[in-house]
């Protein structure tokens, strides 16, 4: 299930010139008419939160197949995405982020987010439902390089996982990027273009005010580091600390908001901020659970487990097809339970009921799938079967075609499918789409 960038797919929106991302599924789109839902850009401009308008990073590593679309939603969408930022940056393909970013608005409450905008004024995120920040141009001054210390930074207590105190001096700062590392964890180091999942408490260094961070919203913030995502107060810090580690972050404007600021989260223009990130986890974009394997349940397929490649599923003979999800929890997680509105990294293989014949797996393309739960971004039987398990799981679904791709026949995927998918999740958190 591979994003086609060469060209008008099949279900191209009605007088566009790029093609449908559904279209470079196998199939094209998810059953229903297909209609976009569209939005003014002045509109997500005003749920652009934590962005900050910079030119956009394209993506880097892709040849050949790139990483899975599956089961995106039916959003009609340019070939660079309107929304300014790649869900999957690198070899990974672009998931209907437009429909999600506007669904998680109306799921999510206040919170924050960390993304940027693009210099159309279009936002790759959500912000507080209840905020109203107004865009502004981008900002020109170039990003400083990242020093370990400056003349003066402000204090910090508190003991990592929980919500730091930030004592401010009484000078103002002297305009250093700095990342300073507080406490050194004993997980592994993170790397450029890792997901991680980081906490983080933040504070205005010019107005001396609280700005929200995760330990209020609940959720760690989830995203692939160095990847272009985030403001680079966060995006460009976590590489080369290790998870477990608690780091000092203090940002310029260019680092953060630039001249313009942001007035949904009280920043002035050319404010200095604050942050103290506390990284959570990490995993690379091959990662894979492993641990011991439960048998499934009599009745559903047999799964054999071949490590960073995909799955071999082996149906039961003779089965009739389910008219009910079925689910079973081969390896069982430690982690919080996923709740609708998160966004959530998977890897998963799935094959045809009927044979165990493969149509797609996110190992083939060595590449780690996120979306956002609960909003349509995926087929129903994904949302109903992520939905409520424990993250660090390992899960099988066996997914009727009424759940699943209908009536509608995909390139791999005869109409009528059941569909079987074995599932790692290997962490959720705060996301783009679900600020």
Known sequence: ?????????????????????????????????????????????????????????????????????????????????????????GSAGKLGVILGTVLAVLLVGSGVTLYLTDK?????????????????????????????????????????????????????ADGSFVAKQLTEGDGPKVEKGNWVSVDFTAKDWTTGKDIQGTYEKGKPQLYQAGAGQLIPALDSVVAGHKVGSRVLVVAPPAAAFGAQGNSSMGVGAKDNLVFVLDIRQANAPDATLSGDMAEPPAGMPKVKDNGRKAADITPVP???????????????????????????????????????????????????????????????GWDKGVIGQNVGSRIELVIPASLGYKDKAMPSIPANSTLVFVIDILDAGVGAADN
């Open 1 to 89: 299930m591979t994003e086609n960038t060469s060209g008008q797919g099949a279900g191209t929106a009605s007088g566009g010139a790029a093609g449908d991302p559904a279209a470079s599924r196998p199939g094209g789109p998810l059953p229903g008419n297909g209609e976009s839902i569209v939005v003014p850009p002045s509109v997500l401009a005003q749920q652009a939160g934590w962005g900050q308008d910079l030119p956009r990073q394209a993506p880097s590593g892709g040849q050949g197949e790139q990483a899975p679309q599956v089961f995106a939603s039916t959003v009609r969408k340019k070939e660079i995405d309107e929304s300014g930022y790649d869900e999957n940056p």
């Open 318 to 380: 003779g089965a009739p097809d389910p008219t009910e999800l079925k689910s079973a929890v081969l390896i069982q997680g430690k982690g919080h339970k996923i709740e609708a509105g998160e966004k959530v990294l998977v890897q998963y293989t799935g094959v045809l009921y009927k044979d165990g014949k493969k149509f797609d797996s996110s190992l083939d393309h060595g590449q780690a799938f996120s979306f956002v739960t609960g909003g349509g971004n995926v087929i129903e």
């Open 120 to 172: 159309s004024g279009s936002s790759s995120g959500s912000q507080a439902a209840d905020s109203t920040p107004t865009s502004a141009a981008p900002t020109t001054d170039p990003v400083p390089p990242v020093k370990d210390s400056a003349k003066v930074l402000p204090t910090v207590s508190g003991d990592f996982g929980k919500k730091a105190t930030i004592d401010l001096p009484t000078e103002a």
